[in-house]
C-alpha cells in the first residue's frame, strides 16, 4: 500500500536530504573526533608535569595499582584455602615483598663485599683505557692539528659543586621511604577490597550487557598483567641463573650479584641489558689482566641477551603479548622521563594495560584521522536519521 506524499514534497527529494543528513551527521563525528584528539593531545602533553610535580602521590598510586593486579589472583588462591579476606591479602603482600627483599639480598650483600675494591678497581680501569689512549694517540695529535686549523683555541671550563653521593642518598631516604610505606598501604587496602570492586563492577551497572563487559574487561586486564610480569619474571630469573653460572665458570668475582643485577635489569626493555652490558666490561676491563680478556663476560652476555630476546622470549610470550618495540621505546622514555628509574620499571606494564583496556575500549584510529578518516571507526549511516521512520 502506497502512502500518499506531502504536496510539497517530490519523488526525488528524498535521495538528496538522506545524502545530505549523513554528510552533516559524518561531520559532526569528524568534529567530534578532531576535539577528542585536541584534547587527547593536551592531555598527553600536560599530563608529565602533573604526574612528576605530584609524584609522591602519584607513582605510589600507579603502582599499588599495578601490585593490586598482580597479587589479586594469589590472594584468591588464597582465599579458596580457607584464608579470611585480609589474611589472603596480607599473605599476598608478604610473599612479593619476601621476593623482593631476597632479589635485593642477593644484589647488595656480595656488593657491599666489593664495595672496598671499587677505587682499585677504578684506577684499573683508567690505567687500562690510558693504554689505549696510547695506542690510539695519532687520533689525539689529528683532532690538535684540526682545531688549530678551524681556529679552535678551547673554551673556559666551568665546574660547578655538586653534593656528593651519600649526601644525596641521605636527602633522598626519607621520601623514598615514606613512598614506599604509602604504596604498601594503598596495595594491601586495593587488594582487600577487590571483591568489592568486583561485585560494584558486576551489580551496579544499568544493564547486563555493561555488566558482562565491565566483568570481561577487568578479568582480561588482570590476567594479560598478571601473566606477563609472571612469565617475564620467570625468564628473568632463568637469564640471572644463567648469567651466575657463567661468571662463576669465567671467574668473576660474586657471580650470585651480577645473577641478580641481570634478573632486575632485564626487567627494562633495551636500556637494561646495554646498562649491564656496560657494568661487565667495565669490571672486567678493571680486574683482568688485558682489555680483550676483560672484554669476555660482557661479550657472553650480549651472546646470552640476543638468543633470550630473539628466540626464548618470543616463543614463550607468543603473539598474546606482543607489542610494538616503537610504543616500548616511547612509553620507556615518557615514564623514564617522569619519574626515572621506577618509572622505566614500570613502562611495560602500564602499556600492557592500557593496551589491554584499548583492546575493549576501542582504539583511535590515528593515521585515519590524518587522512581525512573519523578517528573513531563506525558506520556513519548509523548515526544519521532513518528518513523511512522520519517521513
Known amino acids: 500500500m502506497n502512502l500518499p506524499m506531502p504536496e510539497n514534497q517530490s519523488p526525488g527529494d528524498s535521495a538528496p536530504r538522506q545524502l545530505g543528513r549523513a554528510a552533516l ?34 607513582l605510589p598510586l600507579v603502582t599499588a595499582v599495578l601490585l593490586t593486579i598482580l597479587l589479586s589472583p594469589l590472594a584468591d588462591g588464597l582465599a579458596r584455602f580457607g584464608l579470611p579476606n585480609v589474611l589472603a591479602s596480607l599473605g599476598a603482600l608478604a610473599v612479593f ?20 675494591a671499587i677505587p ?57 621511604l615514606l613512598e614506599v610505606l604509602i604504596m604498601f598501604l594503598m596495595a594491601f587496602f586495593m587488594i582487600e577490597a577487590r571483591v568489592r570492586m568486583r561485585r560494584h563492577l558486576l551489580f551496579d551497572r544499568a544493564s547486563f550487557g555493561s555488566s558482562v563487559k565491565a566483568a570481561r574487561v577487568m578479568r582480561e586486564v588482570q590476567d594479560r598483567v598478571a601473566a606477563y610480569i609472571m612469565t617475564v619474571g620467570l625468564i628473568n630469573a632463568g637469564i640471572g641463573v644463567a648469567v651466575a653460572l657463567g661468571a662463576w665458570a669465567l671467574g668473576v668475582d660474586a657471580p650470585i650479584m651480577w645473577g641478580g643485577l641481570a634478573m632486575i635489569l632485564n626487567f627494562i626493555p633495551y636500556v637494561g641489558p646495554l646498562a649491564m652490558t656496560a657494568l661487565l666490561a667495565l669490571f ?51 615514564f623514564t622521563w617522569i619519574w626515572g628509574v621506577p618509572g622505566a620499571l614500570l613502562s611495560v606494564p602500564i602499556l600492557l594495560t592500557l593496551t589491554a583496556l584499548f583492546d575493549h575500549i576501542g582504539r583511535p584510529n590515528l593515521v585515519g584521522f590524518v587522512f581525512g578518516e573519523p578517528l573513531f571507526t563506525g558506520d556513519t549511516a548509523q548515526h544519521a536519521p532513518d528518513d523511512s521512520l522520519t517521513g
Open 120 to 176: 682499585e678497581i677504578a684506577g684499573r680501569v683508567g690505567q687500562r683505557f690510558g693504554e689505549l689512549r696510547d695506542e690510539f694517540a695519532w687520533l689525539a695529535v689529528a683532532n690538535e692539528e684540526l682545531a688549530q686549523i678551524m681556529g679552535d683555541t678551547g673554551a673556559r671550563e666551568v665546574v660547578l659543586a655538586t653534593p656528593s653521593l651519600l649526601e644525596e642518598i641521605a636527602f633522598a631516604t626519607p621520601s623514598v
Open 25 to 58: 551527521a559524518e561531520q559532526e563525528l569528524r568534529l567530534m573526533s578532531a576535539l577528542v584528539l585536541l584534547l587527547g593531545l593536551g592531555l598527553f602533553l600536560a599530563l608529565p608535569f602533573v604526574l612528576s610535580i605530584g609524584s609522591v602521590v602519584f
Open 97 to 116: 615483598l619476601g621476593v623482593l627483599l631476597l632479589a635485593l639480598a642477593l644484589i647488595l650483600q656480595p656488593a657491599l663485599a666489593l664495595f672496598d
Open 284 to 334: 672486567g676491563i678493571g680486574t683482568a689482566e688485558t682489555v680483550w680478556l676483560g672484554l669476555i663476560p660482557a661479550a657472553a652476555y650480549v651472546g646470552l641477551h640476543t638468543v633470550e630476546a630473539n628466540v626464548v622470549t618470543p616463543s614463550i610470550l607468543g603473539a598474546r603479548f606482543t607489542m610494538s618495540p616503537v610504543m616500548i621505546l616511547i612509553a620507556l622514555s615518557y
